[in-house]
């Protein structure tokens, strides 16, 4: 990314919107923008690698409620919320640490839902798990204060290996739901 050029372009936005951005509060925001950027759309330039496991089986693993921020494609506005990833290991298992990197490295882009959800479960895939599932429990910035102003919250979901099986698919988004609602209450 060349900063100097978004801060340059992001100046030149501020004068179309109709601001004067030489004003005092507005002076540092095409720089402050140009960083911003750099740290949200880190994702582009991420070399995170699911590479390192432990020895270890279990019939699944469930990482739940990771956190994640991006940024809708369409509009350029936040979607943010909550991803659930379950796998059935082949012999050795991811660390939590590397599925949170895995999550920052495909949220932090121009994204929409459900591509996100599919990086995810690709990228878990091609490490030769048995199965994948990705959960996504998400609100977005660009149906709440534009267009239909709606709080709906969008749930996507990708299914590779035993899990495009339907009774596995069942019993899985059963488990990774009734102990996150176990939690709530
Ligand atoms: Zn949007």
Redesign the pocket.
């Known amino acids: 990314m060349d900063k100097e050029r978004v801060k340059k372009l992001v100046r030149e936005l501020i004068i179309e919107i109709g601001e004067d951005p030489t004003r005092e509060g507005l002076k540092d925001t095409p720089e402050r923008i140009a960083n911003m950027y750099q740290e949200i759309f880190g994702g582009y330039e991420s070399d995170s690698e699911l590479s390192v496991q432990f020895s270890e089986d279990s019939d699944v693993v469930i990482a739940r409620d990771i956190q994640f921020y991006s940024m809708?494609?369409?509009?350029m506005?936040p979607?943010f919320g909550k991803i659930h990833i379950a796998y059935s290991p082949n012999g050795r298992v991811f660390g939590i640490s590397k599925l949170v990197r895995l999550v920052e490295k495909y949220s932090k882009r121009l994204q929409i839902q459900e591509r996100l959800t599919k990086n995810i479960a690709d990228e878990l895939f091609a490490q030769g798990v048995k199965g994948v599932v990705v959960l996504a429990d998400a609100e977005?910035l660009?149906?709440k204060m534009r267009g239909v102003r709606n709080d709906a919250t969008l749930t996507s979901s990708a299914y590779r290996g035993i899990y495009e099986n339907r009774e596995e698919k069942d019993g899985i988004i059963t488990m990774i739901r009734r102990r996150a609602s176990v939690e709530s209450h």
Not at 72 to 75: A, D, P, Q, S
Request: aromatic share 12%; net charge negative.
């Open positions: 809708c494609e369409h509009h506005l979607f977005h660009c149906m």
